[in-house]
C-alpha cells in the first residue's frame, strides 16, 4: 500500500528556536497533503491543507506565520515551526492524498512527529 | 459544528473477546464515517468506512454500521486477538469534503 513517512520521529529544541517536519510520500505522488496536531487524550486537530505548488490553506485559529508549511514537490511538504514555544509542543502527523480508480481518493498518514520545545 | 465523540479507554480484554467500541457523531448535512486504526509506530490506517445510512463497513473481522437515527458508528469484533491491540480512532468526512474530523481515540489491548 501507500506509504507515507515523517522526519524526525521526534525532535527536542529549545525555546525561540524553530525546526522543521517533512512529510514525504515514499511511492505515490501527492498534489495534496494535509497536517494534524495531537494534544495527548484529545483528537486529531486538521491546522492545514497543504498543495503542491501553491500557498497552503490554514484552518481557523491556525497561525499561519508560526506554522510554515512548504509544499515544493509532490512528494515532499514541510510544516516548520518557527520561534517554537513550550506550548508548541505536540504531536504533528501529515497525511497524504492518494487518488483511487475513478473520483475516488483516500488520505494515508505518516507516523508522526513528537516536538517537545524546553 | 462537526464532532466525534468515542468512548474513552483505555480497554483491555482477553482474546476471543467480544469488542464494541463506541461511537457517536454531531454533524451537519449527511457525513462520510471512517475508523482508522493505529499500530505502534505507524501511521493510521483506514480501517473501514461506510457513506450513507445502513451502510455496514467491515474489514479483517471489524464491523461499523452507519446509524443515521442514532447518529452512531460503533466498531464491533467478534473475537478479538492480541494483534487487534492498537488505537482505534473514529472520524467524519462531509460529502464533497475530505477534511476529517477525529474523536479522540481509544486504546485497545489484547491480552493472551
Known amino acids: 500500500g501507500a506509504v507515507v513517512s515523517q522526519h524526525p520521529s521526534w525532535v527536542i529544541c529549545k525555546s525561540g528556536t524553530s525546526v522543521k517536519i517533512e512529510c514525504r510520500s515514499l511511492?505515490?505522488?501527492?498534489?495534496?497533503m494535509f497536517w494534524y496536531r495531537q494534544f495527548p487524550k484529545q483528537s486529531l486537530m486538521l491546522m492545514a491543507t497543504?498543495?503542491?505548488?501553491?500557498?497552503?490553506?490554514?484552518e481557523q485559529g491556525v497561525e499561519k506565520d508560526k506554522f510554515l508549511i512548504n509544499h515544493a514537490s509532490l512528494t515532499l511538504s514541510t510544516l516548520t515551526v518557527t520561534s517554537a514555544h513550550p506550548e508548541d509542543s505536540s504531536f504533528y502527523i501529515c497525511?497524504?492524498?492518494?487518488?483511487?480508480?475513478?473520483?475516488?481518493?483516500?488520505?494515508?498518514f505518516g507516523p508522526g512527529t513528537r516536538l517537545t520545545v524546553t | 459544528g462537526n464532532s466525534v465523540t468515542q468512548m474513552e479507554g483505555p480497554v483491555t480484554l482477553s482474546e476471543e473477546a467480544f469488542l464494541t467500541i463506541n461511537c457517536t457523531y454531531t454533524?451537519?448535512?449527511?457525513?462520510?464515517l471512517f475508523w482508522y486504526v493505529q499500530y505502534p509506530g505507524e501511521g493510521l490506517q483506514l480501517l473501514l468506512k461506510a457513506t450513507k445510512a445502513d451502510d455496514k463497513g467491515s474489514n479483517k473481522g471489524f464491523e461499523a454500521t452507519y446509524r443515521k437515527e442514532t447518529t452512531s458508528f460503533h466498531l464491533e469484533k467478534g473475537s478479538v486477538q492480541v494483534s487487534d491491540s492498537a488505537v482505534y480512532f473514529c472520524?467524519?468526512?462531509?460529502?464533497?469534503?475530505?477534511?476529517?474530523?477525529f474523536g479522540t481515540g481509544t486504546r485497545l489491548t489484547i491480552i493472551p
Open positions: 497525511s497524504a492524498r492518494y487518488i483511487l480508480a475513478g473520483d475516488a481518493y483516500e488520505q494515508y
Open positions: 472520524a467524519l468526512s462531509l460529502s464533497g469534503n475530505e477534511k476529517l474530523t
Open positions: 511511492d505515490f505522488q501527492a498534489t495534496t
Open positions: 454533524a451537519t448535512g449527511y457525513p462520510s
Open positions: 497543504s498543495n503542491e505548488g501553491s500557498k497552503a490553506t490554514y
